[in-house]
């Protein structure tokens, strides 16, 4: 039992890190406004010179494009996110945890409108906290962070199991304790059959 201790209170301290960020990006998204009625920050508007070759598929020019433009931190836009506009402009965007940039190939003007909008810090927070190896980061800083989001899931899985074991070893018969887990459990299944 004093080895499952070390291992609950490790566990905890190596991750303490994003399990505050996940309760910080929680509070930010419960107490700020919806994403919808936030000022927006004004985008910075910046045209870059581009020529894509002929015939090439959007996907082919979007990915040329991520390579021209080198947005930190954004992978390849995948096919179903590219559009056209109203003028036949190719438009995407690459989001990454910074911000947004908003693309539009001028294929016309042989130009690129990028349109970068910064994240605040509670929307940084939120991407990071919710980016995981099922996103396929490209970027090695990116690919650090989702390992290390990754561990702190699994870190708090097993301070999870760890936490109950250790209360079932010591005091099974501490009443705040059982009463805790009678509450958590019973609003757990309660909701769940609300919400399914």
């Known amino acids: 039992m004093r080895l499952i201790k070390r291992i609950h209170i490790w566990l905890g301290l190596a991750n303490l890190t994003v399990f505050l960020i996940y309760g910080v990006t929680g509070l930010a998204v419960t107490l700020l406004p919806a994403p919808e009625e936030r000022v927006r920050p004004q985008a910075r508007l910046e045209l870059v010179d581009f020529t894509a070759p002929a015939n090439l598929t959007d ?32 438009t995407f965007a690459f989001y990454t945890p910074n911000g947004i940039t908003h ?20 929307a940084f927070l939120n991407t ?19 390992l290390y989001n990754e561990l702190g899931i699994v870190a708090l899985l097993l301070m999870s199991a760890s936490g109950l074991y250790l209360w079932l070893a010591s005091r099974r018969g501490h009443w705040p304790a059982r009463a805790c887990f009678v509450a958590g459990t019973g609003a757990l299944l309660i909701l769940y059959w609300l919400v399914r």
């Open 128 to 146: 990071l906290h919710a980016t995981t190896l099922r996103d396929r980061p490209t970027d090695w800083r990116l690919r650090a962070w989702v």
């Open 59 to 90: 996907k082919q020019v979007a990915d040329l494009v991520w390579a021209r433009l080198g947005v930190p931190l954004s992978s390849p836009v995948p096919e179903w996110a590219l559009r056209r506009d109203a003028a036949n402009n190719l």
């Open 103 to 122: 693309v539009t190939v001028l294929e016309a003007q042989g130009k690129l409108q990028a349109a970068y909008e910064p994240a605040g810090t509670a």
